[in-house]
């Protein structure tokens, strides 16, 4: 959709709007429809290809308004008040978990009646996940053991994850109050199934009880990968819930070629990815699948009607589209990555699997700290560092929707000139005596 026909089918929308408040009369309070409406009204499966606005806009009259309650605004969570938010939710997951290949039993319309919900984030989906395996954790204990108080059992749970993970975990360890081992990871930034049998075996030896390991798809520092086919068995081996944190990387896989990331995904207990992230869906909307129902899976009872924006994308983009955009941007961090080879004076951290490339002069921690001191008082361009290893590095990353080669092309003759500046500026270094600045030679191209 063009700028033109946005500010056309804004309007639309808008007199959409009025409309109904205008003759809010004429509608009923409650929706006459019966629970499983709207599942007879939409396919299975998100489209192939792209449907026009205008076909997407026609069904919210003809099959969302119709199990919407005109009563008050989409706070009530009830099935019978407002069924068309719980049940679009529902479809749409199910859309997108099909998408992207995920176990049936994750589905709703699987046997093992799985299920998802939409949340505001990764972090939420974390921390409620490791609130529900610290709830089934403390039951267990204290069926075993009915001395034991809620407090006793719950300073015996320790959840694990890799020192990649992003810092959200820790958070919600905080407020979940369940103890955290934060693990090694190996030399590309992924958590390897033997550091985390070991230290689940340390612990049990200890009288401690392992209850939640979260494991990354897309580290946010490296977009680095746990492999899940080896960490999720270690999970099951010990009863331990595995959450999988796919918050950027989770949208490529619903192309073909990266779903392989996600292999070994059927281990795993939940799993949540963001499609504000890389799935063209406004914020906010992170999707968490599991497999128990995941009825009480909120804090607040009101639900926001966020499955109408991942509806509206998943249909007017198609499932072909989606991927056409997401294979775009990888090919777009290739070649800002061919770029980055091609100068003798950068080099690459880590692999180019999607649309981050991570980079850093061949040089001292310093020089590279100054490259982006720079770039951010220049302002031209935004980039957020990170470090590795103890190493210092720029992270390039295509935003989604509407980076083009001329972007990545300017971004590439920006950090050129200012890293031209930093040669010239270590030159001038160079006069000084040595000793008195470690960054006194720079490699030329
Ligand atoms: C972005 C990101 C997060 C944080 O997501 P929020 O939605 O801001 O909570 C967590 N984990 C990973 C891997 C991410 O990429």
């Not at 030399?187 to 230290?199: D, K, N, P, Q, V």
């Not at 990545?408 to 890293?419: G, L, P, Y």
């Amino acid at each position: 959709m063009d700028a033109d026909e946005f500010r056309r089918s804004g309007g639309e929308m808008v007199d959409f709007i009025a409309d109904y408040l205008q003759n809010i009369r004429q509608r009923r309070p409650l929706p006459a429809v019966s629970p499983g409406y709207l599942k007879k009204l939409i396919s299975e499966e998100a489209p192939s290809d792209g449907e026009s606005w205008e076909s997407v806009k026609d069904d919210i009259e003809k099959v969302i308004m119709p199990g919407v309650s005109s009563a008050h605004t989409f706070r009530e969570p009830l099935l019978a008040s407002s069924p068309a938010c719980t049940e679009l939710e529902m479809i749409a997951l199910d859309w997108l978990g099909k998408m992207l290949r995920l176990p049936q039993d994750f589905l709703f319309s699987g046997e093992r009646q799985g299920g998802s919900i939409i949340l505001g984030g990764a972090s939420e989906a974390i921390l409620i996940s490791l609130i529900s395996a610290r709830k089934a954790a403390i039951n267990k204990l204290r069926c075993l053991d009915p001395q034991l108080t809620n407090g006793q059992a719950l300073d015996k749970l320790v959840a694990y994850t890799s020192d990649q993970t992003h810092c959200c975990m820790e958070k919600s360890c905080l407020i979940g109050l369940v103890s955290l081992t934060i693990l090694p990871s190996d030399t590309t930034g992924a958590l390897s199934w033997e550091t985390l049998e070991a230290a689940i075996c340390r612990d049990l030896a200890r009288g401690l009880v392992p209850v939640f390991f979260c494991a990354t798809i897309g580290t946010t520092s490296t977009c680095a990968f746990d492999n899940l086919a080896e960490l999720g068995p270690v999970c099951n081996k010990y009863g331990v819930w595995m959450h999988v944190d796919a918050a950027y990387a989770g949208s490529a896989c619903i192309c073909p070629e990266f779903r392989y990331l996600l292999d070994g995904v059927e281990h795993c207990t939940s799993i949540s990815v963001s499609p504000h992230k890389w799935l063209l869906v406004n914020y906010d909307c992170t999707a968490l699948w599991t497999l128990s129902h995941p009825q009480h899976w909120q804090v607040n009872m009101g639900r926001r009607f966020r499955s109408l924006k991942l509806w509206f994308v998943l249909r007017m983009y198609g499932v072909k589209g989606l991927q056409e955009r997401i294979r775009q941007d990888v090919h777009l961090a290739k070649q800002f990555a061919q770029m980055v080879k091609a100068d003798s004076r950068f080099e690459l951290i880590g692999d180019v699997t999607l649309g981050l490339v991570c980079f850093r002069l061949k040089h001292c921690n310093c020089v590279n700290e100054e490259l982006h001191e720079k770039l951010k008082s220049d302002r031209r361009i935004h980039l957020i560092p990170s470090s590795f290893k103890g190493k210092f590095f720029l992270r390039f990353v295509i935003c989604p929707a509407s980076t083009q080669l001329q972007d990545v092309s300017f971004a590439w003759s920006v950090i050129n000139e200012i890293t031209d500046g930093i040669t010239r500026h270590c030159a001038t270094r160079r006069a000084k005596p040595p000793g008195s600045c470690a960054c006194i030679t720079i490699r030329h191209s």
